[in-house]
């Protein structure tokens, strides 16, 4: 488990960027797979590159197969932060807490994710679960439960609502971060153990992960604060 800094790439890192993978095998050391042939530390989900938090590496092949398997089947808990805009007055006020629902469709060329009400069969479904935990002055402090992990889902499904995480401009923010960063932040990860010797992969124990804010500027700090009360 890493916590990933601003910046970092999880996978096919461009040169003017720090790509993970390399870094960690120049760290870790790489393993091996059965056939003897090296396996480079390898990412079993992805967080964007100006997203910081909790970042899971799988070091061996068997470990990755687990933790991909225990993804898919919804075993693993998401939850993150996020800094939000608060919106003026013509964007509906956003409840204490609830669940949104919608469909992605993706935009490659763009690199960017749209959040729909209505289902088509080529979007995917997106489902989160939020709670207000505090606001600012200009801010709302939201903790999130991502449910499924598609392509810049968070911040597509609060772009939908008029809701723009603060920093993230490609998603309608005011005004950029001076690194370049956006305010989402992977809090905790919890994931099946994958050393357990019970059969059923449901009912491991959870290994619980908290990342901790790199650099607690005093916004993050008010933020820490209203998630303590």
């Not at 225990?70 to 993150?80: D, E, H, I, T």
């Not at 763009?110 to 489902?127: F, G, L, M, P, Q």
């Not at 939908?160 to 920093?167: D, P, Q, V």
Request: glycine share 6%; with cysteine.
């Amino acid at each position: 488990m890493v916590n990933k800094r601003c910046g970092d790439a999880m996978e096919g890192a461009t040169p003017s960027v720090v790509d993970l993978p390399s870094l960690l095998a120049a760290t870790w050391g790489v393993g091996r797979n059965r056939d003897g042939k090296p396996f480079p530390p390898t990412a079993v989900h992805r967080l964007d590159v100006p997203v910081t938090g909790c970042a899971l590496f799988a070091r061996t092949p068997q470990a990755l197969a687990f933790l991909n398997d225990a993804f898919a089947q919804s075993l693993a808990r998401k939850v993150y932060w996020a800094i939000v805009e608060k919106p003026d007055s013509s964007i509906p006020a956003l409840e204490s807490q609830g669940e949104l629902v919608h469909w992605i469709s993706v935009d490659s060329r763009h690199n960017k994710s749209y959040a729909h009400t209505e289902e088509r069969s080529d979007w995917k479904r997106a489902v989160l679960r939020y709670r207000v935990i505090g606001e600012g002055d200009h801010y709302l402090f939201l903790e999130i439960g991502l449910i499924t992990g598609r392509h810049h889902q968070i911040r597509a499904q609060l772009a939908a609502l008029g809701l723009h995480i603060k920093g993230d401009l490609k998603y309608g923010s005011r005004r950029s971060e001076k690194n370049g960063g956006i305010r989402l932040h992977a809090r905790s990860l919890a994931f099946p153990d994958p050393l357990s010797d019970i059969t059923d992969p449901a009912k491991r124990p959870l290994i619980q992960v908290v990342a901790p804010i790199i650099e607690p500027d005093r916004l993050w700090q008010d933020f820490e604060r209203a998630a303590q009360v």
